[in-house]
């Protein structure tokens, strides 16, 4: 979610190499609708270095954004992105946003929701798979996978 006073931007370093290597472009899409609108395209298909751009992402409705690289024709041909990076007006501390800490590795963790200005722990009583697949929708993951795994209760 944007914030009410402050600019929420994306920025990052690209790279779209080859004669028809393709595009890389960044969309922006609200969480309760389904269309989604084109914000930025790669201007140009034939860098041989990395260039800087700044998005900015103006909506007051909590919104996703979508990076996308579509692969050209040509086989030497490439498509990369470094140091993504949202301003600090962007925030996703909206109640209801939930997040993983704590795990060993990018995707696993303990899952803490935002309630009333703080996070919180989930319990794991009852838990069960589909509130795992839930959970990691809104994440952005497929699907949950079982685990064995007991993440530390905060202090």
């Not at 920025?11 to 609708?33: C, I, N, P, W």
């Not at 990369?80 to 696993?108: N, Q």
């Not at 079982?146 to 209760?153: C, E, F, K």
């Amino acid at each position: 979610v944007p914030s009410k006073t402050d600019a929420c931007n994306i920025s990052f370093y690209y790279q779209v190499e080859g004669l028809v290597a393709g595009t890389l472009r960044v969309f922006m899409k609200g969480y309760h609708g389904s269309s989604r609108s084109l914000l930025w395209t790669s201007p140009d298909n034939r860098l041989t270095t990395w260039r800087e751009t700044v998005v900015s992402l103006v909506d007051s409705d909590p919104f996703q954004v979508i990076i996308e690289g579509v692969i050209g024709t040509q086989e030497q041909s490439a498509i990369a992105l470094d140091d993504i990076s949202f301003s600090l007006g962007c925030s996703s501390d909206v109640d209801g946003a939930v997040r993983l800490v704590d795990g060993d590795r990018f995707g696993e963790g303990r899952v803490e929701i935002f309630y009333d200005h703080e996070w919180g722990t989930i319990c794991d009583r009852g838990w069960t798979q589909t509130n795992g697949d839930v959970i990691c929708s809104q994440l952005g993951y497929s699907s949950a996978l079982p685990s064995q795994q007991h993440y530390p209760a905060p202090a």
